[in-house]
């Protein structure tokens, strides 16, 4: 994000505290706390963006080269559509010079120039109808998908890396030669079963924490590029 974010003065805004409430959780006080003081949400109204984690995507993209136009793209868990709204703009989907299908078992508001469908991907019939409305393999597939937290760290990294393998799972159905696949994971590296797996399908293996990424967050991304089909 630019530094001239908040305005021309270049001062630091003033962190906005809220009051809690007599009804209201502690942890939703510490949410909104979060909400009205993180500079990439201001952004995110400002531009436009579904959700805060588009910059996420951005970042990725910056460092890791995913989008460019003409590309073929599935975003798994897609609600509520930054990531899709990200991707669909970086290859002139609207345009039709490439495609962004997105997925989530959430209604997901329409996406200019992408197929929003609402469904969960490990579903045969849902799949299928992804592939269909690629056209031909993808160059692509995201997974920003994370499971309701428990607050039981260990139990939260399990659920998460069930995920990533189901997403994983799907990609090495869809992916062209040379494709890529980028996932969320937690702090502590991804699950030994599934990187070992990552690299034997792809030639590319990294972790990488976008700095739109809160510290306080476990998340982390897993980037595999250089997909081996048949691998």
């Not at 109204?45 to 910059?55: D, E, I, K, V």
């Not at 996406?111 to 579903?123: K, M, N």
């Not at 607050?151 to 890529?180: K, M």
């Amino acid at each position: 994000m630019k530094s001239g974010a908040h305005g021309g003065s270049g001062a630091r805004p003033l962190a906005i505290r809220v009051k809690s409430a007599r009804r209201r959780k502690p942890s939703s006080t510490e949410w909104l706390n979060r909400q009205l003081n993180d500079p990439f949400v201001a952004e995110a109204r400002r531009l436009n963006y579904r959700s805060r984690a588009a910059f996420k995507l951005i970042q990725l993209d910056e460092r890791f080269h995913l989008l460019a136009p003409g590309r073929r793209i599935v975003d798994l868990g897609c609600a509520p559509g930054g990531w899709t709204q990200i991707a669909a703009a970086h290859v002139n989907a609207a345009e039709g010079k490439g495609k962004v299908v997105g997925i989530d078992l959430l209604p997901t508001d329409p996406v200019p120039g992408a197929l929003v469908l609402t469904g969960d991907f490990r579903d045969p019939a849902a799949a299928d109808r992804i592939r269909d409305a690629l056209g031909g393999p993808a160059d692509l597939v995201l997974s920003d998908m994370a499971a309701p937290a428990t607050g039981h760290a260990a139990t939260d990294h399990l659920r998460i890396i069930a995920l990533a393998e189901d997403a994983f799972a799907f990609a090495e159905t869809v992916l062209r030669p040379g494709g890529t696949f980028v996932a969320k994971v937690f702090q502590g590296g991804t699950e030994g079963n599934l990187l070992a797996a990552l690299k034997r399908a792809f030639t590319e293996v990294r972790h990488a924490k976008p700095a739109a990424s809160r510290a306080e967050s476990a998340e982390t991304y897993v980037v595999a590029k250089g997909f081996r089909a048949g691998a």
